[in-house]
């Protein structure tokens, strides 16, 4: 009996579509590899007229910024994206997705009246802080950046309560991905109060210049 084998299909991948795959991929380790080796150094104005406290809290991966509020208390503020932070999802297609390409941005932001600084501020983040850095900056700095935030905070209201992060998170204007991810904006923050940030906390990698 003679027995017919039927012959090999062969893939028709898209050419194009495996470039792409492989693009990604590359671009992936890329950033893996560079980021895993990269910090932020906080230098810190060498000289304050009108001194204040602020407080940066590293969360493991993110990093929120607490400042004194131009009212009265404190203010917790930070910034990520929205789908992770407010929606919850927090899995590996959403976090790439992210990275990639610009996704909705989500300030953060609370004010706590009765906190014991700095004992209690890890009362202010329930996902808890890995390391906390004091730093002294100008007072009249950080009254204009907790004004200037907010605003934008107040312009786009109303907000969304999330008890994962005890913050009301509104959209922020300018979109989330890899150029412009929480740790950066932080940075960003920070050279607003005259802090020199060197480096890249991408990772939220921190490390205070003595």
Known sequence: MTVR???RRH???????KARRAGVALLL?????????CAGRLVPPAEVADPVDVYLLDHGRHASLVLPHHESGVVRYSYGDWQWYVEGQRHLLSATAAMLWPTSGALGRRVDEGLALPR???????EGVAESYSLVVERSRARALSRR?????????????SPTFNLVFVRDPRGYWLAHQS???VA????????????????????LDP
């Open 183 to 185: 740790n950066l904006v």
């Open 29 to 37: 380790a890329a950033c893996v590899l560079l980021l895993t080796g």
């Open 11 to 17: 893939c028709r991948c898209d050419p194009a579509k």
């Open 188 to 207: 960003d923050w920070l050279e607003e109060l005259g802090v020199e940030v060197q480096g890249l906390p991408w990772l939220s990698r921190w490390r």
């Open 120 to 126: 209690e501020l890890s009362r202010l983040a329930p």
């Open 5 to 7: 084998r039927t012959p």
């Open 149 to 161: 935030l907010d605003a934008r905070f107040a312009a786009a209201a109303p907000g969304v309560e």
